[in-house]
Structures are given as C-alpha cells and as structure tokens.
C-alpha cells in the first residue's frame, strides 16, 4: 500500500482489529475524490502517534470514509531522537530541508533564526511559520508512510541550541572541520545521556558566523564536514541525516 491517511484523534483502542473507523475532513475529501477509493480497496491508517491499521475501505463519500481494521502495527519511539536544526532560508529552501529530511527520518525539527538568515521569523510570523512546517512535516511523513510525525518545535536562537549540548550530541555542519561525519562512530554520535537527542545544525546559505561557531564548539557542539563540496542549506540537512542514520545503524 503506497498511501498513508492521517488521524491524530485516533487512539489505538479506537483502531483495534475489527472495529469501524471513519475517516472525516480533508483526508476524506482526498481519499474519496483525488485518489478514487472505493469500496473493498485497502488503505493504511495512522495515527501519528506509533500506530498504523492496514484497512478495508467499506464505503467512501468525500465527507465520510467507513474504515474496517483489518490488522495494528505499533512501533516504538526510536531511543535517541534525531533532530534536524534548519537555519530560516530564503524562499523555500528551509521547507525543502525539512520536508527531505522527514523523509530520511528526522524525529524532530527545530527552526534557527542564524545572524545570516535573510528570512526572518518575528511576532505573527513564528506561529504561521511553524504553522507552514508542520504541514510540510505531515505531507512528507504521509509520503513516507511514517508512523510517528515529528513535531516541529519553536524556534531557537544559538543560545537556546547551546542549552541542548547539556544532554543532547549537537553536530554543527561546517565544510571548514576538520572532522567528517561520515568517520564519525555511533559511539562519537549517540549522547551519554538517555535523555539526549542527536542534533543536526545546518546554517543558511551565508553559512555559520565565526562567533556562532565558537559559541557552539565552545559549549560542547562538534563541527563536521560532509564532503570536499558544498552542499545547499536544502540538501545538507537530509545529507548529514543518511550519514546519522547509518552510524546509529538505522539504515
């Protein structure tokens, strides 16, 4: 099955093997109207929250789709989340970033306002600009049928990500280190804290300042380099992450 519908509202006892489930608004519209379900077609179903339902579509109105659950699959969280820190880009480079990055399995986005990022995130602008991530997030993570869909977080200034560096392993995408991330070992990524995250900081397409760079290293952040080249603040994010999955031996 290659498509995913969402419902946050659902709990896995409402998704038990054999019950009725009805699928509502726009993902109703979408499955009745763009994608032609009918009845006795299968579906997946997910709730965004670690369970997803193989259904049977037993009737499908673009206001209404009857579900029947056919069989639950629930996956745990991973233990130590992978976050992508994408600095605010112009245009729609950042939403690029954050939508790829979901794709190769980002658990978390968090929103950098850099000293060079051109756009601007301030009053009414953070709750829309969250507000547009997040819808990134939910197409991207349909698209790759995630089970769990990660939150896109508030955005943070450099010194609001150095507080991560007390739990969390912060890597700092810099093409000027000295380390590569792809020599790195799980055990230079995963924090000794239970509680850590593993964080990814891609700058704008100016790049890091000298200052944000000490400030960060300085605090405990390692910087790494991906290749001899240098990628797009678009593509550098999704990038580090393949290279994150495969040391944490997810990939």
Same mark, same amino acid.
Request: with cysteine; net charge neutral.
């Given at each position: 099955?290659?498509?995913?519908?969402?419902?946050?509202?659902?709990?896995?006892?409402?998704?038990?093997?054999?019950?009725?489930?009805?699928?509502?608004?726009?993902?109703? *519209?979408?499955?009745?109207?763009?994608? *032609?379900?009918?009845?006795?077609?299968?579906?997946?179903?997910?709730?965004?929250?670690?369970?997803?339902?193989?259904?049977?579509?037993?009737?499908?109105?673009?206001?209404?789709?009857?579900?029947?659950?056919?069989?639950?699959?629930?996956? #745990? *969280?991973?233990?130590?989340?992978?976050?992508?820190?994408?600095?605010?880009?112009? +245009?729609?480079?950042?939403?690029?970033?954050?939508?790829?990055?979901?794709?190769?399995?980002?658990?978390?986005?968090? #929103?950098?306002?850099?000293?060079?990022?051109?756009?601007?995130?301030?009053?009414?602008?953070?709750?829309?600009?969250?507000a547009r991530w997040s819808k990134v997030v939910r197409e991207a993570s349909k698209q790759s049928l995630r089970a769990w869909i990660p939150q896109v977080r508030q955005p943070e200034s450099t010194a609001g990500l150095v507080r991560h560096t007390q739990f969390s392993r912060l890597l700092v995408l810099d093409p000027r280190a000295e380390r590569s991330l792809s020599g790195l070992s799980c055990h230079d990524i995963v924090p000794a804290d239970p509680r850590g995250d593993v964080l990814v900081l891609? +700058?704008?397409?100016? +790049?890091?300042?000298? *200052?944000?760079?000490?400030?960060?290293?300085?605090?405990?952040?390692?910087?790494?380099?991906?290749?001899?080249?240098?990628?797009?603040?678009?593509?550098?994010? #999704?990038?580090?992450?393949?290279?994150?999955?495969?040391?944490?031996?997810?990939?």
């Amino acid at each position: 099955m290659s498509n995913l519908y969402l419902d946050e509202s659902l709990t896995a006892e409402k998704m038990a093997v054999g019950s009725s489930v009805l699928l509502t608004g726009e993902e109703a *519209r979408h499955a009745a109207t763009v994608s *032609r379900l009918r009845a006795g077609e299968s579906i997946l179903l997910g709730n965004g929250a670690g369970v997803l339902a193989e259904c049977e579509v037993l009737r499908a109105t673009p206001r209404e789709v009857e579900l029947r659950v056919r069989s639950l699959e629930h996956r #745990p *969280r991973e233990e130590h989340r992978i976050v992508l820190a994408q600095a605010l880009a112009k +245009g729609d480079r950042d939403e690029r970033a954050v939508q790829a990055a979901v794709e190769v399995g980002a658990d978390a986005i968090v #929103p950098w306002q850099a000293e060079r990022s051109v756009s601007r995130w301030s009053g009414e602008k953070i709750e829309k600009g969250v507000a547009r991530w997040s819808k990134v997030v939910r197409e991207a993570s349909k698209q790759s049928l995630r089970a769990w869909i990660p939150q896109v977080r508030q955005p943070e200034s450099t010194a609001g990500l150095v507080r991560h560096t007390q739990f969390s392993r912060l890597l700092v995408l810099d093409p000027r280190a000295e380390r590569s991330l792809s020599g790195l070992s799980c055990h230079d990524i995963v924090p000794a804290d239970p509680r850590g995250d593993v964080l990814v900081l891609v +700058g704008p397409e100016g +790049g890091l300042t000298d *200052r944000e760079l000490e400030v960060l290293t300085t605090s405990g952040a390692l910087a790494v380099r991906l290749g001899q080249n240098v990628l797009r603040t678009s593509t550098a994010g #999704p990038a580090a992450l393949v290279l994150v999955n495969v040391a944490l031996g997810r990939w």
